[in-house]
C-alpha cells in the first residue's frame, strides 16, 4: 500500500491553483503502528467514513492517517485535520492560504460536443431502388431526422450539418449540386427540411461525384472551423461506386479521387466514416474507409458499415454517430489516480459506480461508461457533478 499523499491546495467552494505539491508520511509506518492501521474500510464512491476517529480510508480499503493533531508530523505552514490529513494552515508558510477545514472539491465536468459533416448519397439510385417498403433516401432521411433518427435525438450532444450531392443533370456539361445545412446544435428540423426538398425534384439517375461532395465538406470545415474543442468528423452515406459529373471522357474515373479526397480529409484533421448502402461486397469502400482513418500498410482494416435494409441502415448512423459523441468529461485539474475511487459522480443526481459507471483517465478525464454514458447521450440537458475528497486533488 502506498503511504506517500500528495498535499491538495483546498478552498471553500472554490480550487486554489499553484499549489507546489508536497509530500507527507503515514504514522501507519510507525514502530509500533497505531491499532487502527490495522482496521478495514468501504473505499467506495460515497461510503461514510468507518475509520476510528482520526482516521480516513484509503483508496486500498484501510485505515491510515497522514499525521494526528498536535502531532507535528506535517511540518511548518501545515495542520492536521480530524481525520489525518496534512493541510495549509493559512500562514503562508505552506504552499497556500486554503479554508482549514479542507473541503471536498467540487467540479463541473464539461463534455466534448464533436462537430459532424454528414456527406449524403442523393444520385438516381437512391430514389429507384428500395429498402423493404421504403426507396434508400426515404431509409436515410428516416433514420437520422425521423422521430428515432439519431440526429433527431442527439442534435443537442453535436454539431450536425450535411451536404446531399448529385450532379445538375446527366449531360457533359453538368456540374457538382450540392443542398447543404450549415453546421450547429439542434440542427434536426434543418436538415430535415433540405432531405426533404430533394423528394420528387427529378434527380439526375446516373452520377454520383463522392470525391468532390467530400472535398466540398473539407472546405466547409476550412471556411467555417468548429467551435474549439470540438473535434470534426464526416459522416459519408452513398449506395454506389462514385464518378465525376458529366457523361465525357473521365466521368467514371472516381473511385481514385474518392479514395483520394478521403485521405485528404484524414491529412487535414478530420476522420471519415464510410456506410455503404447495398452495395454487396466492394473494396472501394473499405479502401475509402482506410484512407479517411489513416490505415497503414500491415495495419487491420477500420471497420466500414455495409447495410442491405433499413433497419441496418438506421443501426449503423447509430452506431457510427454515438461511438463520435464522447462520453469522455474534461476536469479543470487532475485528480490522483490512486483516490479515484474516492470521488462521487453523478448524472442527473444518480450517483454512479467507479469502476463500473466512470473511470479516470489520464488525471483529468471522467469516462462514463455503459448505462452512464446513455444516460448522458440520451439526456437532453444533463447535470453532471463531481466531487473529490480532500487530498485528491494535484495542482
Known amino acids: 500500500m502506498n503511504r506517500l499523499y500528495l498535499a491538495a ?47 480516513h480510508c484509503t483508496g486500498d480499503g484501510v485505515c491510515d492517517a497522514q499525521c494526528t493533531v498536535g502531532g507535528g508530523q506535517c511540518g511548518e505552514g501545515y495542520t492536521c485535520t480530524t481525520d489525518g490529513f496534512c493541510i495549509d494552515d493559512g ?13 471536498a472539491i467540487n467540479f463541473t465536468p464539461m463534455p466534448t460536443t464533436p462537430s459532424i459533416g454528414l456527406v449524403l448519397d442523393q444520385s438516381g439510385s437512391m430514389f429507384d431502388n428500395n429498402l423493404g417498403t421504403v426507396n434508400r433516401y426515404e431509409a436515410m432521411q428516416t433514420a437520422l431526422v425521423g422521430p428515432q433518427g439519431v440526429v433527431t435525438q442527439l442534435q ?58 467530400v472535398n466540398a465538406m473539407v472546405a466547409d470545415f476550412a471556411a467555417n472551423p468548429p467551435p474549439a474543442g470540438s473535434p470534426p468528423v464526416i459522416v459519408l452515406a452513398t449506395d454506389g461506386l462514385p464518378n465525376s459529373c458529366g457523361t465525357g471522357p ?7 479521387q474518392s479514395v483520394a479526397a478521403a485521405a485528404a480529409a484524414h491529412v487535414a484533421g478530420i476522420p ?58 474534461s476536469l479543470t485539474s487532475t485528480i490522483d489516480d490512486a483516490s479515484a475511487m474516492n470521488g462521487t459522480v453523478t448524472v442527473n443526481g444518480t450517483q454512479l459506480t467507479y469502476g463500473t459507471d466512470w ?29 473529490f475528497p480532500c487530498g485528491s486533488v494535484i495542482f
Open 9 to 55: 491546495c483546498c478552498l471553500s467552494g472554490a480550487l486554489a491553483f499553484g499549489c507546489g505539491p508536497k509530500e507527507f508520511g503515514s504514522v501507519c509506518t510507525e514502530v509500533p503502528a497505531p491499532e487502527a492501521c490495522m482496521t478495514a474500510c468501504d473505499p467506495s464512491p460515497g461510503a461514510a467514513n468507518a475509520c476510528p476517529a482520526g482516521f
Open 91 to 103: 500562514s503562508g508558510s505552506g504552499s497556500s492560504a486554503p479554508d482549514a477545514s479542507c473541503p
Open 156 to 213: 443537442a450532444k453535436a454539431y450536425f450539418g450535411h451536404n446531399q450531392y448529385t450532379c445538375s443533370n446527366g449531360n457533359n456539361n453538368s456540374t457538382l449540386s450540392l443542398k447543404t445545412t450549415p453546421r450547429a446544435l439542434n440542427n434536426a428540423g434543418a436538415i430535415s427540411t433540405q432531405l426533404a426538398s430533394a423528394l420528387g425534384s427529378g434527380i439526375d439517375s446516373f452520377n454520383t461525384p463522392t470525391h468532390a461532395a
Open 250 to 256: 473521365g466521368a467514371n474515373g472516381g473511385e481514385s
Open 272 to 329: 471519415v466514416y464510410v456506410l455503404a448502402i447495398s452495395t454487396g461486397t466492394s473494396t472501394h469502400f473499405q479502401d475509402v474507409a482506410n484512407a479517411g482513418q489513416g490505415w497503414q500498410q500491415g495495419q487491420p482494416n477500420v471497420t466500414y458499415y455495409p447495410v442491405n435494409n433499413a433497419a441496418q441502415l438506421a443501426a449503423a448512423f447509430q452506431t457510427i454517430i454515438n461511438g463520435v459523441i464522447s462520453c469522455d468529461l
Open 359 to 387: 473511470i479516470l483517465v489520464n488525471g483529468n478525464i471522467i469516462r462514463l461508461q455503459g448505462a452512464a454514458c446513455n444516460m448522458l447521450k440520451t439526456t437532453t440537458n444533463p447535470m453532471v457533478a463531481a466531487q
